[in-house]
């Protein structure tokens, strides 16, 4: 179910990605962040509360029970959210970091990420009917920009600085113990993480399109990245621009044509048959882009939520049809195919939805 949240920002977004819980603090902090997080928007579960001595607390409050640092061994891989005065927190930082505990989020009473996350709950309660509960939001809040990565990244030749709109996302996480990033595909509604050596960043896609809700959604890559200043994402948001795209790539064969000389012919023909028996509406926009020399590549893009949720409707059964029908492929490179052939659904996806306002940004490769 599509979760519309005032306030979204990564430590949010951490907290719905984390697979375990916990609350350090069992006080009055603690327990309204419980009450929280475990009602609408958020509907969490979480594990327990872990307090420093046990003297003063009891086994229970509020339905969870309550640990001491020393009896909370097994939640040492837990996201730890820390609730209290901001003025207790750095000692409570230490104790816990000293126990082995690293997943650590402070949530101070008057810090912000408080107000956000209560702010959250009260909307989705009803506490701000009838009154002013508009958030004059800034670009990080309205266009999740996500940088793909794995552990397969090679090392790169120079470093290119995050932008605050950029998030970094380790795709293919279910196939590896190591963690590189807090925002996986891996957790949260809906993945297919599993599939990554096939899928490639599609994997990364699909994780957003169940979990993420900003206003715009995009996607490049570690060696790849979008080339945005401030005025162009101001022109994207304000500006009524649908689509994002990358500059083409030209083919001096028909895209058909070219794609049986890199890859596999015979999976170009059960491409087509999936979209003819699956969406027939786009069968003219597929003979537009396969007889064409052009196609938008990468899978990197920026689109308005409701039309990135409309774009993986349309090609993920594509893909899945064409898994199902071609299976596993003993090459390396050739096994990414799904990935492939995703990159032409773009351009036909765009061909077929022609009123979209599209806009092609500058890029940059890093070797």
């Not at 963690?179 to 809906?190: F, T």
């Not at 196609?295 to 409701?306: D, G, S, T, V, W």
Request: aromatic share 14%; with cysteine.
């Amino acid at each position: 179910m599509e979760r519309k949240l005032k306030y979204w920002n990564k430590t949010i977004q951490t907290i719905f990605n984390a697979d375990s819980i916990a609350i350090y603090g069992a006080g009055t902090m603690g327990r309204a962040l419980r009450k929280c997080l475990t009602e609408a928007p958020y509907n969490l579960h979480l594990e327990c509360f872990i307090v420093r001595s046990m003297s003063d607390n009891a086994e229970t409050v509020d339905g969870l029970y309550v640990y001491d640092i020393t009896s909370a061994e097994q939640y040492k891989s837990s996201l730890i959210l820390l609730a209290m005065n901001g003025k207790y927190i750095p000692e409570a930082e230490k104790d816990l970091r000293n126990a082995g505990f690293e997943k650590l989020i402070p949530i101070s009473f008057d810090g912000d990420e408080w107000t956000f996350i209560r702010g959250n709950w009260s909307c989705a309660n009803g506490l701000l009917t009838g009154k002013a509960s508009y958030l004059l939001d800034d670009f990080t809040d309205r266009l999740h920009l996500y940088v793909v990565h794995s552990i397969y990244d090679r090392a790169l030749s120079r470093e290119i600085p995050e932008e605050e709109y950029e998030i970094p996302i380790q795709v293919g996480a279910a196939l590896t113990d190591k963690i590189m990033y807090p925002v996986r595909d891996s957790v949260g509604e809906g993945n297919i993480s599993h599939k990554n050596r096939q899928y490639c960043e599609l994997t990364g896609i699909y994780w957003a399109w169940k979990n993420d809700y900003a206003d715009y959604i995009g996607f490049s890559h570690y060696r790849r990245r979008f080339q945005l200043n401030d005025r162009q994402i101001e022109k994207i948001i304000d500006g009524g621009i649908d689509v994002v795209v990358t500059e083409p790539i030209i083919n001096f064969d028909s895209v058909k044509q070219q794609y049986a000389k890199d890859h596999h012919a015979e999976d170009w023909h059960i491409f087509m048959q999936a979209i003819h028996e699956l969406t027939p509406e786009y069968a003219q926009a597929v003979e537009q882009v396969q007889d064409g020399i052009y196609y938008f590549a990468y899978n990197m893009f920026i689109m308005k939520r409701e039309i990135f949720h409309r774009y993986c409707e349309f090609i993920f059964p594509i893909l899945e049809y064409c898994e199902s029908k071609i299976g596993q492929r003993e090459d390396v490179y050739q096994n990414r195919y799904v990935g492939f052939l995703a990159e032409r659904l773009l351009s036909i996806f765009l061909e077929k939805n022609s009123e979209y306002r599209v806009a092609v940004a500058e890029k940059t490769f890093i070797e």
